[in-house]
C-alpha cells in the first residue's frame, strides 16, 4: 500500500503515549512520533486527549490551571510547524485557557500546510468521585464542527463525547467521513473485570456510532498508571459497518497506522440507506431531557 | 429464580419462531408459545416482526394486502385473551389495514389484564433490491411511544428502527426502561460472510443503544429460509451496559427467556451519567438533513 495511491485512500495515525510529569517532554515525544508517522505515509494524525499532562484531573488543585495556555499559543505554534514539515494533518488535543479566564478541554485541528483550522471544546464534561473535569472544564461553546482538511472531511470529539449518539450523528450529516475521538480512558488497576466491561462498553458504543452514520471513527486513548488510573489504551480505528480495522495494546506506546478507504462511506450508505429514510419530522424532542 | 421475587425483576421471553404460509397456524404456533413462556414465569413476552405471515415484502403481489386486518381486529382480541388469560403482556406486531385504505408495519401492545395499551407504526421504512418494504407500508405517523405496561414501561420499535439512535434515544428520555425491537432480518444463504457481517454490525448497534441510552434491549428475530432470504434468529437481550445476557441459536425456534433486573437502569445510569451531561442546548441540528 502506498499513501494517496487512489484519491479516497487516507492514511491515518492515532499516537498512544504514556504521559510523564514534563508537559515539554511530552510536547517533544508528540513531535517525534508524528514525525515518524509521517514518514510511515500517514496523512492525518491523532494525538490524545491533553496529550502534553498527565491527566491532571484526579486531584483538584488551583496550580494545575497553571498548565492551561491559549489556542493559537506556544504549542498550536510548534505543532503547525510539524504539520507543515511533515504535511500531515494534525488533531491536537490541549488544555484551553481562554482571555476570559474561562477553560477548556480543547482540540486544535491544522492542516497539512501548517494553518490552523480551528479547534474543538469539548461539548460533555464528565464528572466522577475519581476525576474532577467539572472542576475544571467549563462545558464546549462551540458546537460540533467538521474540518475540512487536505485530506478528508474530519469532525474532533473528546472522550466523554464519545458515549452520546448526538454529536456523532450531527458531524456525519455535516459530512464529516472520519470522527476522531481523542481520549483519556481509564479505571483502577485493581479491579481488572470492570476495565474489560468497560472497555467493551466503549468499544462497543463508538462502533455503534459508526455503524448508525456510516462514518470511519478513530480512537487515540493514553496508556500508563497515573495515580489511581491504569489507562487502558486500545485505541482503534472502526470502518462505516462499524468493523475494527485496528487495535492497539491495553498497556504500551503505540504508533497505530490505518489505510481508510473513504469510497467505503458512500457504498455503505447505498447498500445500508440509513440517511434516506431518517424522519426528520419526528425527531424534535431529540433536543429536550423530558 | 422466581418471577417477581423483587418489584423491579422482570422475567421477559423472545419467540423467535420459523413462519409457514397459513397465518391462522402461526398464529396458533405463537399463542402456544406465549402460553408456555408464562407458565415459565415470563411475564413480558415479545413476537418477532409480522410473525402471523411468511416474509412476504420479497415480492410485490396486491393479494398480499389481503393478509392486512384492523388493530384491534381478529387477532388483537385473540392475543387479548391470551394475555389476560396467562396475565403477560404481549407485544404483537401485525400488518395493519387502516380505514383510510393505507397499511402499515405495526406492532400492539397488550396488557396483562388484556386491555390494548396502543399501537406503535414502523417509522422507518426499508426498500431494497430484496425486499419491498416501502411498497406495502406507508411510515409510521404515531411517533417514538412509551407503553406503560404493568411490568415495566416499554417502548416498541420495528427492525429497521433498530439502525437509528433517535429512536432509542426518544424513548429512553420518555421513560422506557426496556426497548423491545420484533425484527425479521436475514440474507442469502449462499453469503454466509455477509450474514456474520450483518449480524455482528446489527447486534452492536442495538447494544450501543443500551449503553448510549442505560436501558434493555430485547430483540425477537425470526429463523427459517423463506424465498431468498435466510433469517438468522439470534435473538437476544441487553442490559443497560450493552452486555449481552442471553443470545439464541441462528436457525433454531427458541423461546428466549431472560430476567431482566430494571434497578440495574438507574444504578447504570448513577455510575455513567450521561443523562445529566446531555447537551440539550446544542442538539437542535438533529431534525435536519443538512
Known amino acids: 500500500m502506498s499513501p494517496g ?37 500517514a496523512r492525518i494524525v491523532s ?33 503547525s510547524k510539524a504539520a507543515r ?11 484551553e485557557k ?33 476525576f474532577y473535569e467539572k472542576f475544571y472544564f467549563a462545558p464546549g461553546d462551540l458546537g460540533f464542527r467538521v474540518f475540512k482538511t487536505r485530506y478528508a472531511r474530519i469532525a474532533v470529539f473528546i472522550c466523554w463525547d464519545q458515549w452520546f449518539p448526538e454529536p456523532a450523528r450531527l458531524a456525519a450529516l455535516k459530512g464529516a467521513q472520519i470522527i476522531f475521538y481523542p481520549t483519556a480512558i481509564g479505571w483502577k488497576p485493581e479491579n481488572p473485570r470492570e476495565i ?40 482503534f480505528v472502526a470502518d462505516p459497518f462499524g468493523s ?3 487495535r492497539a495494546s491495553s498497556s504500551r506506546e503505540e504508533i497505530l497506522i490505518q489505510d481508510c478507504d473513504l469510497g467505503l462511506i458512500e457504498r455503505t450508505r447505498r447498500e445500508w440507506p440509513l440517511f434516506r429514510d431518517r424522519r426528520v419530522d419526528a425527531y424534535g424532542g431529540i433536543a429536550s431531557n423530558a
Chains 1, 2 share one sequence.
Open 5 to 41: 495511491k487512489s484519491r479516497s485512500q487516507v492514511r491515518i495515525a492515532l499516537i498512544q503515549m504514556a504521559c510523564g510529569v514534563d508537559p515539554s517532554e511530552n510536547l517533544k515525544k508528540a513531535l517525534s512520533r508524528i514525525k515518524t508517522a509521517a514518514a510511515r505515509g
Open 47 to 79: 494525538l490524545q486527549e491533553l496529550f502534553k499532562t498527565r491527566y491532571f484531573c484526579q486531584t483538584k488543585a488551583q496550580k494545575n490551571f497553571g498548565l492551561a495556555e491559549k489556542i493559537p499559543g506556544p504549542s498550536t505554534e510548534t505543532l
Open 85 to 95: 514539515a511533515s504535511r500531515v494533518v494534525i488533531v491536537a488535543p490541549l488544555f
Open 98 to 130: 481562554t482571555p476570559t479566564g474561562v477553560y477548556h478541554n480543547s482540540a486544535v485541528v491544522i492542516d497539512a500546510d501548517g494553518k490552523v483550522l480551528g479547534k474543538y471544546r469539548k461539548m460533555h464534561i464528565p464528572y466522577d468521585p475519581w
Open 196 to 235: 474489560k466491561l468497560y472497555h467493551e462498553a466503549w468499544e462497543t458504543v463508538q462502533r455503534g456510532h459508526a455503524i448508525a452514520n456510516g462514518v470511519f471513527v478513530a480512537v487515540a486513548n493514553r496508556v500508563g498508571l497515573e495515580g489511581k488510573l491504569k489507562f487502558f489504551g486500545s485505541s
Open 244 to 246: 475494527v480495522l485496528c
